[in-house]
């Protein structure tokens, strides 16, 4: 790809695997971003016996996310303020209307 401009990168899909029951159920998605919300679902869950978020090709060193690092990512998530705004009166959409 060296040398070509705009290269697009196919997408890498993803799994997400967890234990239940003594068997291994594993799901597979389009990108790491759906894999890690599939996992923080799954935790939520209850599904937290050996789950891990792992590229589905290619190398895995450096690439899974344990139990661990997928709960610090939820909790990230979870932690960041949601901003709410005020309406803002003097330029409301409805008094223009009327």
């Known amino acids: 790809m060296d040398g070509v401009k705009n290269a697009v990168r196919?997408?890498?899909a993803w799994y997400v695997s967890y234990r239940t029951g003594g068997r291994t159920v594993m799901h597979i998605l389009k990108s790491r971003e759906l894999a890690i919300d599939a996992a923080c679902r799954f935790l939520d869950r209850g599904?937290?016996?050996?789950?891990?978020?792992?590229?589905?090709?290619?190398?895995?060193?450096?690439?899974?996310?344990?139990?661990?690092?997928?709960?610090?990512?939820q909790e990230t998530r979870t932690s960041r303020p949601t901003a709410v705004a005020k309406p803002d009166r003097h330029h409301s959409f409805w008094r223009i209307m009327s």
């Not at 050996?50 to 709960?71: F, H, N, T, Y």
């Open 47 to 73: 599904h937290h016996d050996a789950l891990e978020v792992g590229p589905k090709l290619g190398s895995r060193e450096g690439s899974v996310l344990d139990r661990g690092e997928i709960q610090r990512i």
């Open 10 to 12: 196919a997408p890498m």
